[in-house]
């Protein structure tokens, strides 16, 4: 069993950055894919970043291409997401899952979930 516990969530004003964390503990993640997913007030949970067991390849959702990136620290069992350019749109739930392959799926089929952590951004 893995155990993802988020942290790093907040209120951030339009524009902001945060990073979120996802600790991992009761195995190593080192040869999981890794995601992110957030879900908004009223709406389905919906892919935001994932990336490979080695960190070579990530792959992002349209609306956060180019502010937010993925990254994965094998040593510290932790997986990033560092959030720039924060829009009011951006509020939500934001999700951490463990995927037990190589390779990420942009879906949500991930044998993990961490409870999540909020993220408001205030305009």
């Known amino acids: 069993q893995v155990q993802l516990v988020e942290s790093g969530g907040g209120l951030v004003q339009d524009g902001g950055s945060l990073r979120l964390s996802c600790g991992a503990s009761?195995?190593?993640?080192?040869?999981?894919?890794m995601g992110w997913f957030r879900q908004a007030p009223g709406k389905e949970r919906e892919f935001v970043a994932a990336v490979n067991w080695s960190g070579s390849r990530t792959s992002y959702a349209d609306s956060v291409k180019g502010r937010f990136t993925i990254s994965r620290d094998s040593a510290k069992n932790t997986v990033y997401l560092q959030m720039n350019s924060l829009k009011p749109e951006d509020t939500a739930v934001y999700y951490c899952?463990?995927?037990?392959?190589?390779?990420?799926?942009?879906?949500?089929?991930?044998?993990?979930w961490g409870q999540g952590t909020q993220v408001t951004v205030s305009s």
């Open positions: 899952a463990a995927r037990n392959t190589f390779l990420f799926v942009t879906n949500q089929k991930y044998d993990y």
């Open positions: 009761g195995r190593t993640i080192s040869n999981y894919a």
